[in-house]
Nanobody
Framework: VQLQASGGGLVQAGGSLRLSCAASGRTFSNYVMGWFRQTPGKEREFVAAISQRGGTIRYANSVKGRFTISRDNAENTVYLRMNSLKPEDTAVYYC???????????????WGQGTLVTVSS
C-alpha cells in the first residue's frame, strides 16, 4: 500500500493542525494505521494507532487528550487531529500501515514520506 501524508506546517503553541494520510494500492480497511514522529537524532516515536474498523485506538501518553486519530475507510484516509500543540510536538510525522496494532515501528510494513510539523513558542 502506498501512503501519502499531508497537512503539516508551522503553528503557534496552543494551535491545532490536522494531518491526513491517503492510501492507495491495496485494501485500506485491511490495515491497522498508525502515526509516528521523529526528530533529528532520535528514534521514531509512536503517536497513535487505530484498528481496521476503528474499534481500538491507542495513544502515546504524551499526546493523550490532545490528539485524535480517526479513519475513513470509504475515503482510504487516516487523520490525526492535533490540538493544544506544544513546541515539543515539533517533528516529522509519518503514517504507517500494519497487519496488527502495535505501538512500535517494527510491525508497520508500509510508511508514508512524512510531513513536518513545527510548533513555535
Amino acid at each position: 500500500v502506498q501512503l501519502q501524508a499531508s497537512g503539516g506546517g508551522l503553528v503557534q503553541a496552543g494551535g491545532s493542525l490536522r494531518l491526513s494520510c491517503a492510501a492507495s494500492g491495496r485494501t485500506f480497511s485491511n490495515y491497522v494505521m498508525g502515526w509516528f514522529r521523529q526528530t533529528p537524532g532520535k528514534e521514531r516515536e509512536f503517536v497513535a494507532a487505530i484498528s481496521q474498523r476503528g474499534g481500538t485506538i491507542r495513544y502515546a501518553n504524551s499526546v493523550k487528550g490532545r490528539f485524535t486519530i480517526s479513519r475513513d475507510n470509504a475515503e482510504n484516509t487516516v487523520y490525526l487531529r492535533m490540538n493544544s500543540l506544544k513546541p515539543e510536538d515539533t517533528a516529522v510525522y509519518y503514517c504507517a500501515a500494519a497487519n496488527y496494532l502495535s505501538t512500535v515501528p517494527g510491525p508497520y510494513n508500509y510508511w508514508g514520506q512524512g510531513t513536518l510539523v513545527t510548533v513555535s513558542s
